[in-house]
C-alpha cells in the first residue's frame, strides 16, 4: 500500500511560549510572507487546531494562554498521541534560560508519543538561529544544545531555522517527506503526485528536450519554454545548479501561472506548471519531494 492510500497521520507541533511556533504557523502553515509578519501576529490564534499541509493533518498546539503546553502534556491519553507521524518540537536557540524547561516538556511528549504512535519521526527545530549571526562561538553553542536535547540512543532529527530564509520550509520538507511504492510506474506516480498539489500538469524531459514522461495539462507554451530551457546541458547545469539537490529554480510564465524546473539527473529534469499564482513555498517543497522520489526511479 502507498502513502496515498493510506489513513492520514497527523504532525504534532509543539514548544514553548516565545520560541516562535506562531511565525513557523503563519510561514508555514498559513503561508504568510515574513515581511508581514509584524502586521499579521496579533491577530494569530495558534490553538488545537488542524491544517492541512500537503496532505497531512497538522495539529498546532497551543504554548501559553488558556491551553499552555502543561495542561496537553498532564494528560497521557490525550487522543492528540494516536496517529502521529512526526513530533515538531521548536526551541528558541537564543533562550538557554529556558531550556531546562524545554526538555522537560520535550522529554514528556516524546514519551507519550512512544507510547501512543511508537513510529514517529522526532524533530527538533533550533529557531531564531539568525539572531546568533554576530555572536561568538556559535558552533560550540549549537553543539551543546543538541547534545542537551539528544540523548544516547534517541533518534532526534535537528534543523537551525529561520523565518528568514528557506531554512524552515526545508526542514519541513524533511517532516513531510513522502514516500511510494518502488513498484509504482513514473507515469503513475506523476497522476497522483497531481492529486491535491499546486500543479496543473507534470513532466519528466530529456536534456535534448524530448518529453519523457508526463501528467496532466501541459500546453503548448510549456513544451516551447521546455525545450529552450533544455537546449543544453550547460544550460541545466547553470540553471538548475545540479550539485545542490535542493535548489529550484522557478520561471514565471504569465501573470498567474509558474513553471519550476529542477534536474534530476544528469540527463533528465522535471517540469511542474502550476495551476494558478501557488504558495510558493509549498510549490518549492512538493517539486523537492517529487524529484527524490524520479531520482531513485529513473537511476
Given amino acids: 500500500m502507498s502513502i496515498y492510500e493510506e489513513e492520514q497521520k497527523k504532525i504534532l507541533i509543539a514548544g514553548l511560549p516565545g520560541a516562535g511556533l506562531r511565525t513557523i504557523k503563519a510561514v508555514v502553515v498559513d503561508n504568510t510572507p515574513p515581511t508581514?509578519?509584524?502586521?499579521?501576529?496579533?491577530?494569530?490564534?495558534?490553538?488545537?487546531?488542524?491544517?492541512?499541509?500537503?496532505?497531512?493533518?497538522?495539529?498546532?498546539v497551543r504554548c501559553g494562554g488558556e491551553y499552555s503546553i502543561q495542561d496537553i502534556v498532564a494528560s497521557d491519553n490525550d487522543p492528540i498521541y494516536k496517529d502521529v507521524e512526526a513530533l515538531v518540537f521548536v526551541l528558541d536557540i537564543n533562550e538557554q534560560s529556558k531550556f531546562s524547561m524545554a526538555k522537560f516538556w520535550f522529554d514528556a511528549l516524546v514519551k507519550h508519543l512512544q507510547k501512543f504512535s511508537s513510529e514517529a519521526r522526532i524533530y527538533l527545530l533550533l529557531n531564531k538561529i539568525d539572531k546568533m549571526a554576530e555572536q561568538e562561538n556559535i558552533s560550540d553553542y549549537i553543539r551543546a544544545t543538541k547534545n542537551l536535547f539528544i540523548d544516547e540512543g534517541s533518534d532526534v532529527i535537528i534543523h537551525e531555522t529561520s523565518i528568514y530564509d528557506a531554512s524552515t520550509f526545508y526542514a519541513f520538507k524533511d517532516v513531510l517527506m513522502k514516500e511510494v511504492d518502488d513498484?509504482?510506474?513514473?507515469?503513475?506516480?506523476?497522476?497522483?503526485?497531481?492529486?491535491?498539489?499546486?500543479?496543473l500538469g507534470l513532466a519528466v524531459?530529456?536534456?535534448?528536450?524530448?518529453?519523457i514522461y508526463d501528467a496532466g495539462e501541459l500546453p503548448q507554451i510549456v513544451e516551447i519554454a521546455a525545450n529552450v530551457m533544455l537546449g543544453s546541458v550547460s544550460r541545466i547545469?547553470?540553471?538548475l545548479e545540479q550539485d545542490d539537490e535542493i535548489s529550484s529554480t522557478i520561471l514565471q510564465m504569465k501573470k498567474k501561472s509558474f513553471m519550476v524546473f529542477k534536474a534530476v539527473n544528469e540527463n533528465c529534469v522535471f517540469i511542474g506548471l502550476s495551476k494558478r499564482r501557488p504558495r510558493l513555498g509549498q510549490m518549492l517543497i512538493e517539486t523537492d519531494q517529487i524529484v527524490k522520489v524520479l531520482q531513485r526511479a529513473v537511476d
Fill in 36 to 60: 508581514e509578519l509584524k502586521a499579521v501576529m496579533e491577530k494569530l490564534d495558534v490553538g488545537n487546531t488542524m491544517r492541512d499541509l500537503l496532505q497531512r493533518k497538522v495539529l498546532v
Fill in 183 to 199: 513498484q509504482i510506474s513514473v507515469k503513475q506516480f506523476l497522476k497522483r503526485s497531481l492529486r491535491g498539489s499546486s500543479f
Fill in 205 to 211: 524531459y530529456s536534456k535534448d528536450g524530448l518529453p
Fill in 237 to 239: 547545469s547553470d540553471e
